[in-house]
């Protein structure tokens, strides 16, 4: 079976709670905080693989979920850091946050990896808090929560050449004769279920990667038939050989065929229509095809290169290959950046110091990511740890917010589920 599209859901370790602990040791009365840091959350890691061939683990399996980070210790010890999970992909996968579409990564050399949901940090134990006023810090903080979201695998196949045409066109036969691929052939619509690679080799040291791309018909663009299933894999490949039975077999009409096919390259992709492309006029062997010839040639040939190839007999197939080489050569390889730096910026405005401050029936809330871990690392009963909380509130603006919503001496004001009187 082939699966070339998976969406899971990846949550990263949460990080171990920082401890609240102070040294009690015979002749050290006062021998202060010794509380350790808790450690880091594991992360998720996606890893391209080129011996994988499918995603289809992941249709098996949709949640993964890293270790969490080890609390800390008293005695200054650290917790133990979760293991990160790595999770192996095909070459080639594409990898989007399932929520806005953004291309996270395009996982596309063997080896190359992606955090794709980063541990939380563990928090600071109270020894990290002791200043030369504050010497016995009643509080530590928690651990921060691991990332988590849903994301979308899509396999795109790494081909140099692609193989398109209406379903019986040939396509299979051609790669087979020209590659060490043994696809299914048989002379009926959609043999080909699944995009088949082969290798052709024009020499030692010199070769290119062919894909035969199932059939494609009208209304491709838009799910007919295998179109949309297979249309992504014709995104990757810099060359396209348009295959065209010359025969005209099944009432069907060479040159209608031609730029009904485009019409849905275009209607998915407007890059993907602007492809460089040979027309290959196959079953030159029949003797229709001789009668389409002249008329094929006269609307195409001022426009495209034109190869005459019989793939049952054989004729032309090795004058395709190495045309084919000989174009690749003059095309640039196409390489789908990922800018970083962008992705990071919309992760962390994502899921980092988020505050929303509103008000409801006359209930003032304020609530995000960043007062959840604040509040969970205030102790609500020592002095020093919530006057802590106070100024944190007011650097944040929180206080500004709530006095423009219309916060007044006395209201009730709720944090993450923690309830105050608002003192202005």
Known sequence: MFVDIAKISVKAGKGGNGSVAFRREKYVPMGGPA?????DGGSIILVADEGLRTLMDFRYKRHYQAENGEDGRGKKQYGSDGKDLILRVPTG????????????????????SYVVARGGHGGKGNAKFATSIRRTPRFAEPGT??????????????????????????????????TSAKPKIANYHFTTLKPNLGVVSIGEGHS?????????????????????????????TRL??????ASGQEDR???DDFYKINEELKQYSELLSEKEQIIVLNKLDLPQAQENLEK???????DYEIIEVSAATGEGLDALKKRAYERLLQIEEEIEFVDEEEVGSFLDKKERDTIVVSKEDGYYLAEG????????????????????????LIDKGVIEKLRELGAKEGDLINVCGIEFDFVD
């Open 296 to 302: 094929i040639k006269k609307e195409f040939s001022e």
């Open 369 to 392: 990511d960043f007062l959840e871990r604040l509040v969970g690392s205030t102790n609500f009963d020592d002095f020093e740890s919530f006057s802590n909380f106070q100024k944190v």
């Open 240 to 245: 396209l050989l348009h295959v065209i039975d």
């Open 145 to 178: 929560k691991g990332e988590s979201r849903e994301i979308i695998l899509e396999l795109k196949l790494l081909a140099d050449v692609g193989l398109i045409g209406f379903p019986n066109v040939g396509k299979s036969t051609i790669l087979a004769s020209i």
């Open 208 to 236: 290119y990667v062919m894909a035969d791309i199932p059939g494609l018909i009208e209304g491709a663009s838009e799910g007919a038939g295998l179109g949309l299933e297979f249309l992504r894999h014709v995104e990757r």
């Open 253 to 255: 009409d060479p040159v």
């Open 93 to 112: 996968t594409l990898v989007k946050d399932e929520e806005t579409g953004i291309v996270l990564a395009d996982l596309k050399t063997n080896g190359q």
């Open 35 to 39: 509380g350790g840091d808790g450690g």
